[in-house]
């Protein structure tokens, strides 16, 4: 089925590991786009990519680092994860820009102990 | 600094009513004002988008209002039904790609 779809759905690992969150899209979108969500805060921008191989940071990059060697994939990773990152994290991707619709993908619920 | 302001944070209405979500931005770049609808364990979707250009768009129950003076949109659902309930987002955008902020959310409940 087209869309987008995010994995693993859950993960807990421990303070200081590496841990990778993928992305895949079917749509051939060009932007995609990588979201925290927290209590209070809503959804807050992480990076967001326009093309392959190009990408930008948003709102809240610290700690994280992004990488699209192909249009469909944008994988997230933490490098040195750290208990502040704990949060649920939405990728979304849209056709031609970020001023248009945007569609997301279900989550990755990120547990760091 | 909330680029987006939204309000109230939770929302309870009964069955056939009006919910009225609001939310209010500062950034005069900002030209697409989307909301979305999240249910718990899923990602939002959009529900409803409205451009600068006009006031007022509507989509079944779903009616954006746009106050570009006063740097304000809100959302109205007629008829409110328990299948409304979710928590909505709102959110504005500038052509450039970094920018695109959330609102806090609203969790709205509608009550049988």
């Known amino acids: 089925d087209a869309g987008i779809t995010q994995s693993p759905r859950y993960k807990i690992t421990e303070t200081g590991r590496q841990v990778t969150l993928m992305c895949h899209q079917t749509w051939s979108h060009s932007y995609m786009f990588w979201y925290r969500q927290d209590l209070g805060h809503g959804l807050r921008l992480i990076y967001y990519?326009?093309?392959?191989?190009?990408?930008d940071k948003g709102e809240v990059p610290d700690g994280y680092v992004v990488s699209r060697s192909k249009t469909e994939n944008f994988p997230l990773t933490l490098e040195s994860a750290t208990r502040s990152q704990t949060s649920v994290y939405f990728c979304?991707?849209?056709?031609?820009?970020?001023?248009?619709?945007?569609?997301f993908g279900d989550g990755t619920r990120l547990s760091i102990l | 600094q909330q680029q987006v302001k939204q309000s109230p944070q939770s929302l309870i209405v009964q069955k056939g009513g009006i919910s009225i979500i609001n939310c209010a931005y500062e950034n005069t770049a900002f030209d697409y004002f989307p909301w979305y609808q999240q249910f718990p364990g899923k990602g939002p979707a959009l529900l409803i988008a409205i451009r600068p250009d006009v006031s007022e768009k509507k989509e079944g129950r779903f009616t954006i209002s746009f106050n570009k003076s006063a740097k304000q949109f809100s959302l109205h659902i007629m008829d409110s039904q328990p299948g409304d309930s979710a928590t909505y987002f709102c959110?504005?955008?500038?052509?450039?790609?970094?920018?695109?902020?959330f609102g806090t959310g609203t969790s709205l409940t509608v009550i049988p």
């Open positions: 979304a991707s849209s056709e031609s820009s970020s001023n248009q619709p945007q569609h």
């Open positions: 990519s326009a093309a392959a191989d190009i990408t």
């Open positions: 959110a504005a955008s500038s052509p450039w790609g970094n920018q695109f902020y």
